[in-house]
T-cell receptor
Framework: KAGVTQTPRYLIKTRGQQVTLSCSPI?????VSWYQQTPGQGLQFLFE???????NKGNFPGRFSGRQFSNSRSEMNVSTLELGDSALYLC??????????????FGSGTRLTVV | AQTVTQSQPEMSVQEAETVTLSCTYD???????LFWYKQPPSRQMILVIR??????QNATENRFSVNFQKAAKSFSLKISDSQLGDAAMYFC????????????FGTGTRLQVFP
């Protein structure tokens, strides 16, 4: 069974640009959630999607957005990039409903560097 | 709001010895799930063990076990017979029992294993 695939692995962007990150969950999983990991703030929840609907959202500015497609793949977008957006972005998948109660499968993340 | 606290930024252990990582949390909910995740340098978060709050019995997975004290809101991880491959960042995480995949993470403990 293929794991959670995040692309790209590394990304360098300039301040003011926008970026789109992709996450393909485990086959059959319908829930995808996103996290930002930085040395200063640790792991922070961005948002989660289940069956193409945003089910929960963290405390991030509107520059951070996401969506989920009918095949459960998810994308997150960050517009008008700031230096502070440099982070490892992780996504996690579960079957949804109560599947997350058994833990989540994480991808290897996308390392975004804003210069 | 729920919070998770890991008070040990770094821990070290000799190979084959036992080490305990601490985690405390704060919540007003009575039903929830707790997890320990391991993050090696490869960046991927790997589920180590999970605990359901309504179960009094402590979870065990091979060399990994937890000491779950619900009244004290404590959830420590014990690693027995430590191996070099156990070296990683360890994160404690909380998930509400309501339908959500949002995880709240502690700040992590870096575990070093010496031969």
């Amino acid at each position: 069974k293929a794991g959670v695939t995040q692309t790209p692995r590394y990304l360098i962007k300039t301040r003011g640009q926008q970026v789109t990150l992709s996450c393909s969950p485990i086959s059959g999983h319908r829930s995808v959630s996103w996290y930002q990991q930085t040395p200063g703030q640790g792991l922070q929840f961005l948002f989660e999607y289940f069956s193409e609907t945003q089910r929960n959202k963290g405390n991030f500015p509107g520059r951070f957005s996401g969506r989920q497609f009918s095949n459960s793949r998810s994308e997150m977008n960050v517009s008008t990039l700031e230096l502070g957006d440099s982070a490892l972005y992780l996504c996690a998948s579960s079957s949804g409903y109560t599947g997350g109660s058994y833990g989540y499968t994480f991808g290897s993340g996308t390392r975004l560097t804003v210069v | 709001a729920q919070t998770v606290t890991q008070s040990q930024p770094e821990m070290s252990v000799q190979e084959a010895e036992t080490v305990t990582l601490s985690c405390t949390y704060d919540t007003s909910e009575s039903d929830y799930y707790l997890f320990w995740y391991k993050q090696p340098p490869s960046r991927q978060m790997i589920l180590v063990i999970r605990q359901e709050a309504y179960k009094q019995q402590n979870a065990t997975e091979n060399r990994f076990s937890v000491n779950f004290q619900k009244a004290a809101k404590s959830f420590s991880l014990k690693i027995s017979d430590s191996q070099l491959g156990d070296a990683a960042m360890y994160f404690c995480a909380y998930r509400s029992a309501v339908v959500t995949d949002k995880l709240i993470f502690g700040t992590g403990t870096r575990l070093q294993v010496f031969p």
